[in-house]
C-alpha cells in the first residue's frame, strides 16, 4: 500500500529535506531570489533561540552583499532591496546580477550556527525532540538548509552507552583524559603541572524510587571554572565495593601520573591535588569508619564516647594522623577495609581537607540555629518572641542583600529548608547583624567566635596571615559550645573544626576547597533525566553532549565598564555625560539599586553611590560619604579589623567624586536601628 504524502516515511522525508535543501543552494548560487523569515511578531517576548538568531547574524549577512549599506534601508541600487512587512518580519530580497563576486554562507558560519543551538540546548536542558522541531523550522529557510535534521546529529548524541556491572547497579566511565583533552583544546598552557580536584557524592534520581547517582567528579582548578563526570554510577544503592567503583578511575589516573598528558608535543605531569567529599563519601572511598563511629575522626586519633545514643568527640589535643601513619594502618581501629586510592600517590589525610560546606554551614551553623529553636529548655532555648524577632530582622534585610547572592534570608522556622550558600550568608553577614541585642551576651560571643574564624578563613590573605589566631578562636569554640549547649551536641562537625585552619595552610582558603561547586554540578546532573528508564544511559548520553560542546570557558572581564546609559543623574561640577546606572567590575557590579550601592574606598571611607559619570574621559562615582559611628563588635577581636563598621546613613551629607581606581570593594549594609546600618565588605569583590 502506498503510503500518503502526508506521512511520509523517515527515509524518504530525509531524502526530500536533501533534495530541497539542493534545489536552495542551487537557487542561491544562480541568483534566485529568497526570503529568510527571522524575527516573530511583534511585541512578542525575545526567548533564548530567538538571541541565538540575533547572536548569528553573520549568517544572514552573508547573504546581503557587500555593496548593501545596512544603515540605509532605502537604497537606489536595484540589484539589493530589503523589505519590512507588517508582520515584523524581515523579508530579503537579493539578485545579482552574473559579475557580481559577493561572499555567501560558509561552512564555518554554519559551523558556528551549529556550536551556538549545541550551547543553547544544553544550557537550557532543552529535549531532544523541541530541538529536532526547532531544527525542521529553520531547514525550511535557505540560509539555514545545510544545519542537520535531527538534534542527535546536531547534539552528537552517542548511540551506544557502554557500562559495565558494579553491584548493585552499572557504571560508565568516560575518561579523565577525554575529559582533559576537551577542556585544553584551544588553550595556552603557561604551567607545566595541570592540579586535579576529585569529588565524590551521591544523590538521589527522585523521590519515588530508590535510583540514585554517584557520580565521580574532577575538576581543574587552572583551567576551568566547572566541573566535569569522570565516571558515573547508578543503582537502587551505593556501590557495595569502592574498590569496584574506583577500579577504573584508579587506573586511569596510575597510568596518567607514569605517562603524563600530552599537549601540543609536550608532555604535561598531572598533580591529584585534593579529594573534596563530605564525612559519609570519605569514609565510603577510604575505607574508613563513618563519622558516626568512634574512630571516625579521619585527622586524629581520639576516640569517641557514646553519651544519650550518640557519638561525641571532647577531645581537642589528640595527636594527629599522618599519611604514612594511614598507610601503615597505625590505627586498625580506624580502618574498615583497603582503599583503592593507596594504590595511587596521594595523601589519604592530608589530601583530605574537611569540607565547610557540610561540616560548617550544613553542619554546625544548622545544628546552633536549631539548638536556639527548638534546643532544650532546661539547658538554652530561645522564646518564641526571641525567634519571631530574629526571624523579623532577617525579613528586614531582604531587600537590602546584594545581587552577588543568589537568596534572600529566611525566617528561622524554615530552616530545615536553608540551602549552604544561606547558612554561609548567615553566619559571615547576616547572623552578627540579626543576633544583636537578642542572643544573650555569652551566647552572642560564642557565635561571633565562629563567625570571626570562618571569616578569617574565606580570605586569601588572612588564611595565611591569621590562621593561627583563627585556630585558636575554632579550638575556643568547641570547649565552650559543650559548656553551653551540653556535651551530647559535640558532634563529628563540632569536633571537626579544630582540623579546619590545618587545610587552609596546605589548600588555602576554604572556598578553594569546598563543594560548592561539585554540589552545583549534582543538581544539573539530576535534571538530565526525564523518564525512569534507563536513567543511567539518560545521564551519559546528556553528559556526552555536553563534552562535545567544547568547555568554553567566559572570557574573563579585565575591563571596568559602565552600562544602562541614562541622563537624568545628577552630576557636580566638572562631570559629564555619559551617565550609567551600572559599573561592571571584574569581579562584581555596582549599581545605584539599594543593594548594591555601597563601597569601600582604599582609604578606608564607605561610600553610597548615587550617579556614575565622566570625568576627563574616565569614570567616576558621585556619592555620599557615610559617617562610621564605631565598630559593630569588639570581641574576641574588633571588628574594624575586617572593615566591618556601622554607619548612618544620611541623606543630607553633600555629593563627593571619587576616580574608580580608588573603590577597594563592594559592601553590603545591613540594617540594625533607624539610620544604622552595618558595613561589611563582601569576599572575593576586591576590586
Known amino acids: 500500500m502506498k503510503r500518503s504524502r502526508s506521512a511520509p516515511s523517515k527515509r524518504s522525508f530525509q531524502k526530500r529535506v536533501k533534495e530541497e535543501s539542493e534545489l536552495i543552494l542551487n537557487s542561491i548560487i544562480t541568483g534566485e531570489c529568497t526570503t ?52 515584523s518580519e524581515l523579508s530579503l530580497n537579493v539578485s545579482h546580477s552574473s559579475s557580481e563576486s559577493d561572499e555567501w554562507l560558509h561552512v564555518e558560519d554554519v559551523v558556528d550556527l551549529k556550536d551556538s543551538l549545541r550551547g543553547w540546548a544544553n544550557e537550557n536542558n532543552v529535549t531532544l525532540s523541541a530541538v529536532s522541531k526547532l531544527l525542521h523550522i529553520l531547514n525550511k529557510h535557505s540560509c539555514f538548509s545545510t544545519l542537520p535534521v535531527d538534534a542527535r546529529t546536531l547534539l552528537k ?16 566511565h568516560f575518561g579523565l583524559l577525554n575529559c582533559v583533552n576537551q577542556i585544553l583544546k584551544d588553550k595556552t598552557l603557561t604551567f607545566d603541572e595541570i592540579k586535579l580536584q576529585g569529588n565524590v557524592d551521591g544523590i538521589p534520581i527522585s523521590n519515588s524510587s530508590n535510583k540514585q547517582f554517584w557520580p565521580i567528579q574532577g575538576f581543574l582548578p587552572q583551567l576551568s571554572r566547572i566541573p566535569f563526570i569522570i565516571g558515573i554510577y547508578c543503582g537502587d544503592s551505593k556501590p557495595d565495593s569502592a574498590c569496584v567503583y574506583l577500579e577504573d578511575f584508579v587506573s586511569e589516573i596510575r597510568e596518567i601520573l607514569t605517562s603524563g598528558i600530552p599537549f601540543q608535543g609536550k608532555q604535561y605531569t598531572l598533580k591529584l591535588e585534593v579529594f573534596i567529599c563530605d564525612a559519609p563519601a570519605r569514609a565510603f572511598i577510604a575505607g574508613i569508619k563513618n563519622h558516626t563511629g568512634y574512630y571516625g575522626c579521619g585527622k586524629c586519633t581520639t576516640k569517641g564516647s557514646y553519651v544519650e545514643n550518640r557519638v561525641i568527640f571532647k577531645d581537642v589535643n589528640a ?29 589519604l589525610v592530608s589530601c583530605f581537607p574537611l569540607e565547610y560546606m557540610h561540616l560548617v554551614c550544613l553542619g554546625v551553623v544548622r545544628k546552633l540555629i536549631k539548638l ?77 567566635k565562629l563567625h570571626v574564624a570562618i571569616t578569617i578563613l574565606v580570605n586569601n590573605r588572612l588564611c595565611i596571615s591569621q590562621n593561627e589566631f583563627a585556630a585558636t578562636l575554632l579550638k575556643s569554640f568547641v570547649q565552650k559550645f559543650g559548656l553551653l549547649y551540653g556535651e551530647k551536641h559535640m558532634s563529628y562537625n563540632v569536633h571537626g573544626l579544630i582540623h579546619l585552619s590545618e587545610d587552609c595552610l596546605k589548600f588555602g582558603a576554604l572556598d ?12 544539573f546532573l539530576k535534571q538530565l533525566i526525564t523518564s525512569s528508564r534507563l536513567p543511567l544511559q539518560q545521564a551519559c548520553r546528556r ?42 567590575f571584574p569581579t562584581c557590579e555596582l549599581s545605584l539599586k539599594m543593594g548594591d550601592n555601597v563601597c569601600l574606598m582604599k582609604d578606608m571611607k564607605v561610600v553610597k553611590c548615587e550617579n556614575f559619570a565622566t570625568q576627563s574621559k574616565r569614570l567616576v562615582v558621585i556619592g555620599q560619604e557615610l559617617e562610621i559611628i564605631s565598630d559593630h563588635y569588639e570581641k574576641p577581636c574588633s571588628s574594624n579589623d575586617f572593615q566591618i563598621s556601622r554607619v548612618k546613613f544620611n541623606s543630607c551629607t553633600l555629593l563627593k567624586v571619587w576616580h574608580i ?27
Open 543 to 584: 553528559i556526552q553532549e555536553r563534552n562535545n560542546q567544547l568547555f568554553k570557558t567566559n572570557p574573563v572581564k579585565t575591563l571596568i565598564t559602565g552600562q544602562n546609559e541614562y541622563s537624568s543623574g545628577t552630576l557636580l561640577k566638572n562631570t559629564f555625560d555619559p551617565q550609567y546606572k551600572t559599573l561592571s
Open 319 to 347: 595527636p594527629k594522623r599522618t599519611d604514612e601513619s594511614f598507610r601503615n594502618h597505625e590505627q586498625s581501629e580506624h580502618h574498615n577495609t583497603r582503599s583503592a586510592l593507596e594504590d595511587l600517590d596521594v595523601g
Open 36 to 87: 529568510v523569515p527571522i524575527s516573530s511578531s511583534e511585541g512578542a517576548v525575545s526567548s533564548p533561540i530567538h538571541h541565538i538568531l540575533e547572536d548569528s547574524s553573520i549568517v544572514i549577512r552573508k547573504c546581503i552583499p557587500d555593496s548593501v549599506d545596512e544603515t540605509d534601508y532605502s537604497t537606489d541600487d536595484e540589484t539589493s532591496t530589503l523589505d519590512f512587512t507588517e508582520t
Open 372 to 448: 536556639w529553636v527548638t534546643g532544650d529548655y532546661k539547658v538554652f532555648r530561645l522564646q518564641s518572641s526571641q525567634v519571631q524577632s530574629i526571624s523579623n530582622n532577617l525579613e528586614n534585610c531582604k531587600k537590602y542583600i546584594s545581587s552577588e547572592f543568589a537568596r534572600d534570608p529566611r525566617p528561622f522556622n524554615e530552616v530545615d529548608r536553608w540551602k549552604a550558600t544561606e547558612l554561609r550568608q548567615f553566619v559571615l553577614y547576616t547572623g552578627p547583624v540579626v543576633l544583636k541585642s537578642v542572643l544573650d551576651k555569652k551566647h552572642y560571643n560564642l557565635f561571633l
Open 157 to 172: 548524541t552517542p548511540i551506544i552507552v557502554k557500562v559495565k556491572s558494579v553491584p548493585p547497579g552499572e557504571y560508565h
Open 512 to 523: 578553594n576547597f569546598s563543594a560548592f561547586k561539585f554540589e552545583n554540578n549534582l543538581q
Open 661 to 687: 581606581k580608588d573603590i577597594k570593594c563592594k559592601c553590603l549594609a545591613l540594617p540594625l536601628k533607624n539610620d544604622v546600618f552595618v558595613v561589611f565588605p563582601i569576599i572575593h569583590t576586591e576590586i
